[in-house]
C-alpha cells in the first residue's frame, strides 16, 4: 500500500542567472512501513526533494499526496529531523523538547498539565531512545549523539506515519553514528513507520534502507535500486562492498 | 558585594581626607557623616521612601504599556515582512530623540498631570525594546521555525511558545537598557515637572533639596540613586544574565 505519492513533481530554484531546475517530471511512489534512502552527491537535490515531499516547499507544478490528501504544509504525521543539532529548544528540557509537539503551551510544560497515556508514551520513547537518565538536562549539557536522540524521540511523540531524515547523522562522529544507525532500525522495526531518509553516505544509505534513490549527477536523474541485502546488514560482508562500488561508479560514472 | 566593599571604603576615606583639608566650603561638600546623617534624616520621615517608591511605579506603569506594545509592533514587522521597513524608519527617526525635548508638546496635547512623566519614560523605553524584541525575533534559527511549522502551531503558540521563549536573551538585554534609560528620564522628568506636578519622586526629592539649599540632602539623593543602580544590576540583572548565557549558550 503506497502512503506517500509524487506525481510528476517539477521544480527549479529562481537564480540571478535564469532558473535551475532540480526536478523535472519527478514521480514516485513510497509504500507503508518501507525504509528509503535518497542518496547522490550534494547539489543534486537531495534535502530540496525531502522538503518538497514533507510540504515545506511548494513544487512548481505537480501533486504530492499523504494517504491521499494532497499535501500543502507540513503535516503532523510527517515529521522531519534535522542534521542541525541546535534544533531542540535550549529553554526546555529534554523531555519538555518530547513532549512539544503536543504541548507546546508555554504555560502548560509543568508536569500536571500531562495526560497519564502521555507521560506513558513519553517513558516509552525515552526508554526505546537511550533517553531515560537524560530526561532533566538541557541540550547544551548533551552530546551531538543525544541531541539527534531527542530528535528522532520528540518526531515519534508526535506520533507520525512518516519520518524526514535530513542526514541526521551527517554532524556525528563515527562511533555515534553508528549506534544512531542501530537506534533507527530498532525504531523503524518497533513503530513500523515509514523513513525517508536522505544522506550523502553510500554506506550508511545501503545499511539501512530496503530501496535506494540514488540521484545520478546534478542533471536531476535518478534512478530507484531495491537493496536485496538479507538483514541484520555486515557492512564488511563481502556483497555488501560489492554493492557499495556499484552505487559508487553510478553516482561518480568517473 | 564583598569585593565592592574595599573600593567604597576607599572612596569614603578619600571625601573624608577631601573634606578635611578645607579647601572646599561645606557648603558645596558636605563631610560624609552629614550626608549619612541628612540621609538618615530623611529616611526617618519617610520621605526618602515615599519619593524613591513615587519613582519606581512610574518606571514600572511605563514598562508594562511599553513592553506590550513593543512586543505586538516586533511581532508585527516579523510576521507581516512589509511592516518592517516602516516601523525601522519611525524607530530610526524617534528613538534618538531625547523625551525631554517633546515635554512642551505633550503638555500642549495632553495637558498637566503626572501621565506626562509616564509618557517620557514610555517614550525612552518603548525603543530600546522594539529594537531588541525585533532583532531577537529575527535571530530565531529557521530549524526552529520548521519544526513549529511541522506541529502546526497557531499564531498565538507560536508566538508565546516559540518566539518570546527563543528571543529571551534580547529580550533581556532590552530589559537592562530599558532599566537605565527608564531612571535617566523620570529623574530629569521630575526635576524638570516636578515644581507643578503632584508627583514627588527622587528627582524631584533632589530638586527640592536645591532650593533649601540642603547640600547633603542633594548629595544624599545622588548616592541613593546610585546604591538602586547598584542594587538592581548586582541582584537581578548578573544572575538572570548568567542563567541565560548557561542555558542558551549552544544557540
Not at chain 1, 500500500?1 to 523535472?24: P, Q, R, T, W
Not at chain 1, 564488511?236 to 560489492?242: I, K
Not at chain 2, 508627583?199 to 547640600?215: P, S, V
Request: contains cysteine.
Amino acid at each position: 500500500m503506497s502512503i506517500l505519492k509524487a506525481d510528476s513533481l517539477h521544480f527549479a530554484y529562481d537564480l540571478d542567472k535564469g532558473n535551475h531546475k532540480v526536478l523535472e517530471d519527478f514521480s514516485l511512489d513510497i509504500e507503508s512501513g518501507e525504509f528509503l534512502a535518497v542518496i547522490g552527491p550534494s547539489g543534486c537535490g537531495k534535502s530540496t526533494l525531502l522538503r518538497l515531499l514533507s510540504g515545506f516547499i511548494r513544487p512548481g507544478s505537480g501533486k504530492i499526496s499523504l494517504n491521499g490528501s494532497e499535501v500543502l504544509r507540513p503535516e503532523r504525521a510527517g515529521q522531519m529531523i534535522f542534521q542541525d543539532f541546535n534544533q531542540l529548544f535550549p529553554w526546555l528540557t529534554v523531555e519538555q523538547n518530547i513532549l512539544f509537539p503536543r504541548y507546546r503551551s508555554f504555560f502548560s510544560l509543568g508536569k500536571k498539565a500531562v495526560d497519564p497515556p502521555d507521560r506513558m508514551r513519553v517513558d516509552e520513547i525515552l526508554e526505546l531512545t537511550g533517553l531515560t537518565g537524560f530526561r532533566k538536562y538541557r541540550p547544551h549539557q548533551l552530546s551531538g549523539g543525544l541531541k539527534q536522540r531527542t530528535a528522532l524521540a520528540r518526531a515519534l511523540f508526535a506520533d507520525p506515519q512518516i519520518l524526514f531524515l535530513d542526514e541526521p547523522f551527517g554532524s556525528l562522529d563515527a562511533p555515534s553514528r553508528v549506534e544512531l544507525q542501530n537506534l533507527l532500525l530498532r525504531v523503524w522495526k518497533e513503530k513500523k513507520r515509514t523513513v525517508l531518509f536522505v544522506t550523502h553516505d553510500i554506506s550508511e544509505a545501503l545499511f539501512l534502507a530496503d530501496r535506494l534513490l540514488v540521484f545520478e549527477s546534478r542533471s536531476g536523474r535518478f534512478k530507484v535500486h531495491s537493496n536485496s541485502l538479507s538483514r541484520p546488514r555486515d557492512r564488511h560482508s563481502g556483497p555488501f562492498r560489492e554493492r557499495k562500488l556499484e552505487l559508487y561508479s553510478l553516482i561518480d560514472p568517473d | 558585594m564583598k569585593k565592592g566593599l574595599l573600593p567604597g571604603l576607599a572612596v569614603l576615606l578619600l571625601w573624608q581626607i577631601l573634606f578635611m583639608s578645607g579647601f572646599f566650603s561645606p557648603l558645596v561638600f558636605p563631610s560624609p557623616l552629614a550626608v549619612a546623617e541628612s540621609l538618615y534624616g530623611d529616611l526617618k520621615t519617610g520621605e526618602l521612601v515615599l519619593s524613591i517608591l513615587f519613582s519606581l511605579a512610574i518606571i514600572l506603569g511605563s514598562f508594562l504599556p511599553s513592553l506590550i506594545l513593543a512586543f505586538f509592533l516586533a511581532w508585527l514587522a516579523f510576521r507581516y515582512r512589509s511592516f518592517d521597513p516602516w516601523i525601522e524608519k519611525l524607530s530610526a527617526l524617534v528613538h534618538p530623540l531625547p523625551g525631554i525635548a517633546l515635554l512642551p508638546l505633550l503638555i500642549l496635547w495632553t495637558g498637566l498631570g503626572t501621565h506626562i512623566i509616564v509618557l517620557i519614560v514610555i517614550h525612552s523605553v518603548l525603543w530600546p525594546f522594539y529594537i531588541n524584541i525585533r532583532s531577537g525575533f529575527r535571530q530565531v534559527p529557521g530549524v526552529w521555525l520548521d519544526v513549529a511549522d511541522n506541529n502546526r502551531l497557531s499564531e498565538g503558540e507560536r508566538f508565546l511558545s516559540l518566539l518570546v521563549p527563543a528571543s529571551f536573551p534580547q529580550i533581556f538585554a532590552g530589559l537592562k537598557i530599558g532599566w537605565s534609560r527608564a531612571w535617566r528620564a523620570v529623574i530629569s522628568a521630575e526635576m524638570i515637572f516636578g515644581t507643578i506636578g503632584s508627583g514627588g519622586g527622587l528627582g524631584w526629592f533632589i530638586y527640592n533639596k536645591r532650593i533649601f539649599m540642603d547640600t547633603p540632602g542633594m548629595y544624599g539623593g545622588v548616592i541613593i540613586l546610585m546604591l538602586i543602580g547598584l542594587a538592581v544590576e548586582n541582584l537581578l540583572f548578573r544572575s538572570v544574565e548568567r542563567r541565560i548565557a548557561y542555558v542558551y549558550s549552544q544557540s
